[in-house]
T-cell receptor, first 113, second 112 residues
């Protein structure tokens, strides 16, 4: 499959569960991003990785833990989430330059009960 | 602070009418600017960028440095233009990599 893929597409979890979101890009990009998209808030950048190194953490709570084992894969580990964490989580990748397009995955729709 | 402002959360126009989605930025230099679009049940994707100066799906955007604006325009709206539109510009991160500063988005509804 080409482009940016995300699994699972939908996830329902309780507040005590541990789950992980997976993102994979097949574009040869070196930068990968996690975003949170909520119905009532603007698109929120969570984490940025460049060549597997985390370069940005926009004050995200520690119950979200990213992992980037290589330039093609990005994970978001979830633990003891709150109902307000329910949202669409988007992964994106790019070459990281000023004029580079970000390519987005389809997102994981997360519901925390 | 670097910021992108999209003042309209929702814009509703009739098919065939002109469309203008507003975007203002706060940045001291001459930024590259982007418009991204998200159609219903589709992924967020690039619509157009300032540097390319191209027209995509009939949309154009002109950078006005005096007004610090990058409004998105289309002379005749079509129903398939209904979507969520985001304005964004790149900000240099700690490691010289770039991330995007996003506006809040404008939901465009084209009425038949």
């Amino acid at each position: 499959e080409t482009g940016v893929t995300q699994t699972p597409r939908h996830l329902v979890m309780g507040m005590t569960n541990k789950k992980s979101l997976k993102c994979e890009q097949h574009l040869g990009h070196n930068a990968m991003y996690w975003y949170k998209q909520s119905a009532k808030k603007p698109l929120e950048l969570m984490f940025v990785y460049n060549f597997k190194e985390q370069t940005e953490n926009n004050s995200v709570p520690s119950r979200f833990s990213p992992e980037c084992p290589n330039s093609s894969h990005l994970f978001l580990h979830l633990h003891t989430l709150q109902p307000e964490d329910s949202a669409l989580y988007l992964c994106a990748s790019s070459q990281g330059g000023e004029y580079e397009t970000q390519y987005f995955g389809p997102g994981t729709r997360l519901l925390v009960l | 602070a670097q910021r992108v402002t999209q003042p309209e959360k929702l814009l509703s126009v009739f098919k065939g009418a002109p469309v203008e989605l507003k975007c203002n930025y706060s940045y001291s230099g001459s930024p590259e600017l982007f418009w991204y679009v998200q159609y219903s049940r589709q992924r967020l994707q690039l619509l157009l960028r300032h540097i390319s100066r191209e027209s995509i799906k009939g949309f154009t955007a002109d950078l006005n440095k005096g007004e610090t604006s990058f409004h998105l325009k289309k002379p005749f709206a079509q129903e398939e233009d209904s979507a969520m539109y985001y304005c964004a510009f790149p900000k240099r991160g700690l490691d010289s990599n770039y991330q995007l500063i996003w506006g809040a988005g404008t939901k465009l509804i084209i009425k038949p």
